[in-house]
């Protein structure tokens, strides 16, 4: 006999969560979950929602507890909605409202022929999209009816497909098709199993554009589609014994090539993810030129690359299509790695603007020249993946002695621009720092504070200028400028790395109308954060003033009222009571809560929280 393990509402509350336990009380009262069966170790039954046909519940135990659960509703994955929990609380309180059955499998056996076909036809009348699974071959060795499986497919769709979880809906009866393919693999019966994996490809790609897939349920499926093509290229033989199996190898591998193609022109969503290393993997050379293609005329509709200025990126010069070129060109490059020589793979990389590829074969052929060359047409981003390969110290001999002095004249030349990118600003401060140039390293890092103050930054400045032996001309120079601009949270944070903390309080207590600015660039943000940031600092040296500003922090977010500001305010005070009581603090912990209570007395939440808080 099967003993399921004992729950209590704590049990059911934790699994679902807090507001579906909630909303699942009520459903559980008014009677909404029906239909209840237990068959072993799974609890099933149907609930009453917010839409006309019930929901489909189902919770499978363990000898701990709820082992796994699901319900239909658009959140159900998992088994953390209202209905599982309605379920749970149902069985919790009334058990004997549930019948004990037997698994499906044992209530059929032992039945006749012609009482299963009855049963069969009682079901359809009931369900009549059940029809369509009746129709399909049961028995592998007969192939699929394609147009029954396309109708199977389009009524998935039927329905609102704009409705709120309607395309979770959709693949649940897509994961059915898929499954019937599985026997056929089994079998090794490939051509039902590409006829699958097509009419759904073929479905999502259709309809796709103008659904919503935002969780990416028809995504998962157009995964599912391309494993079966995968496992059609890994497992048949090589072609060549039965024409058949070539032409049908082939037509796969055309397939999983136009999967790349649509997720390309889709603005790569990563649909179809696997079909480009199954190309890769399974498929034989001339698999691959049969593939490579649409590739290939996709890529010359687009036409050449357009000529764009080096530099950062500038809307106005921005070619769109010039990442699914490159794109395209990747592909292709995956398709033929074996079929290209040289001339024609650095052919390839030009018409499809793959820069790194392109200067990545040129240096292995020796050709410094035309990398460097290359280099100097490539935006700042693409420039940032190539100075490390022109500076590397494994380069082949090649045709340009003074190649990582050029290439390193290249990067300061872009950085010389106000709007420079700062990741190639940091590449040449580290390359001047690894070459002991500190005068240009030290450059360098100003520059990087000055476009965006950091503590990292200043430190990094000040480290240089150590070395130089001008340290404390240029911190006066840095917190100067701080000031000057109201960089007020860089300011304190900087004087907290050097324990100046008089100074750090000084600009933290300063008037409002001094942050007024500050304010502003932070969106309204109020000194809390940086004011607790202080206080963290504070707690050894300074427990008195710590505790000061864990009383500001806290009465400020009271003011704010609310029950989480009021939760968050009763740990900080927790905060303030630890410092209080420290050898050095102000002991004064008794009479300041007594304060705080009697001044906040008709606050109960805010009582409340700091009962739990033990305050």
Known sequence: MTTLPTLTDRDIRRRVGDAPFKRGQGYARKGAVRDLRLQGRTLRARCDGSVSEPYDVVVTFDARGVASAACSCPIGDGGYCKHVAA???????????????????EMLAGRSRDDLVALIHRMVERYPDLETLAALAPDASKPLDRAVVERMVRRAFDGDLYEWGSLRRVARVLDEVVALAAPYVDAGSWPSVVLVAEVLLDAIQARYEQLNDEEGHLGMVVDAAVKLLDCCLAQTAEPGTAPSDAALRERVAVRLAEVQLWDIRLGGYGMGHGAEEALAAHATPAERAAASRPVQAALDRLGPATPRPAGRFDARHYDHSGWEREMLGGLLLTLQPDGLDDEAYLALCRASGRTPDLVERLLALGRAAEALAAAHTASDYVLLDLLPLLVSDELPSHDLPDLVDQAEALALDRISRPDADRRLVAWAKDRARTRGDAVLAERLALQLF???????????????????????????????????????????????????FDEALAVLNLPDKHWAHQLVWTRGVSRHP??????????????????????????????????????????????????????????????????????????????????????
């Open 530 to 615: 940086l004011r607790l940031e202080v206080a963290r600092a504070l707690r050894e040296a300074r427990p008195i003033e710590a505790e000061e500003l864990y009383l500001d922090a806290a009465l400020a977010l009271i003011e704010r009222r609310g029950r989480d500001n009021y939760a968050e305010a009763a740990r900080l005070l927790g905060e303030a009571r630890t410092l209080s009581r420290h050898p050095n603090g102000s002991g004064d912990w008794p009479r300041v809560i007594a304060e705080l209570r009697d001044g906040y007395r008709r606050l109960p939440a805010l009582l409340d929280e700091l009962e739990k808080a033990g305050l």
């Open 87 to 105: 379920l749970l609380l149902t069985w919790l309180d009334r058990p004997d409202a549930v019948a004990k059955v037997p698994p499906l499998a």
């Open 450 to 500: 000055q476009a965006a103050p950091s503590v990292a930054h200043y430190a990094e400045v000040l480290d240089l200028a150590a070395t130089l032996g001008h340290r404390d001309a240029v911190r006066s120079t840095l917190l100067g400028q701080m000031r000057e601009d109201r960089r007020y949270n860089v300011l304190i944070r900087a004087y907290l790395r050097e324990g100046a």
